[in-house]
């Protein structure tokens, strides 16, 4: 039989802080208890779900056709391209953000002839102030340093007709 170890612990479980020792395995679905009252709790263990490697893949594989904008030079030159350019505002914090970064990445492989490229605005203050970027995901269009179309939020159809149309 496995060693278990016996550890203290704050319990708080349904507005009711209480600290017992308890016995637990790696492999527990819950943690069961009696407490001062006599009464038989069953706390259910949360544990962490893993990512999706799939997505993990999409990103890593396209990772290198999106470069980072962090300071103004290398706005301007990611500007000076003549080809359409796309930015992508984002954050670290926002999940619609997360949500379509492997659609973004995914389009930087699939529309070779335009340049793809993302900003965090915490990171990249100056430059989100320039354009103007309240919300987030903000996706930006540039064609020869004039900027073709702001879409505020995840518009993916929108996001594709402009990439199509420009070219």
Do not use: Q
């Not at 704050?10 to 209480?18: A, G, H, P, S």
């Not at 893949?57 to 300071?71: R, S, T």
């Not at 070779?112 to 103007?132: G, L, V």
Request: hydrophobic share 35%; with cysteine.
């Amino acid at each position: 039989m496995e060693d278990l170890e016996v550890k203290p612990i704050d319990i708080k479980y349904k507005n009711t802080k209480v600290n017992y020792k308890y016995l637990v395995t790696d492999d527990a679905e819950s943690l069961d208890y009696f407490g001062d009252e006599g009464r038989f709790y069953d706390v259910p263990i949360k544990k962490d779900k893993p990512e999706k490697k799939k997505t993990e893949l999409a990103e890593d594989k396209n990772a290198g056709k999106v470069k980072v904008i962090m300071e103004m030079d290398e706005l301007n030159r990611a500007l000076s391209k003549d080809c359409l350019v796309v930015i992508n505002f984002g954050a670290t914090w926002c999940k619609p953000c997360k949500a379509y970064k492997p659609k973004y990445y995914e389009h930087a492989t699939t529309y070779k002839n335009a340049r793809f490229y993302k900003s965090d605005i915490d990171d990249a203050e100056e430059i989100a102030e320039k354009f103007n970027v309240t919300s987030v995901p903000t996706i930006i269009f540039f064609k020869g340093k004039k900027k073709l179309l702001t879409v505020r939020g995840v518009d993916d159809k929108k996001i594709v007709e402009t990439i199509e149309a420009n070219i």
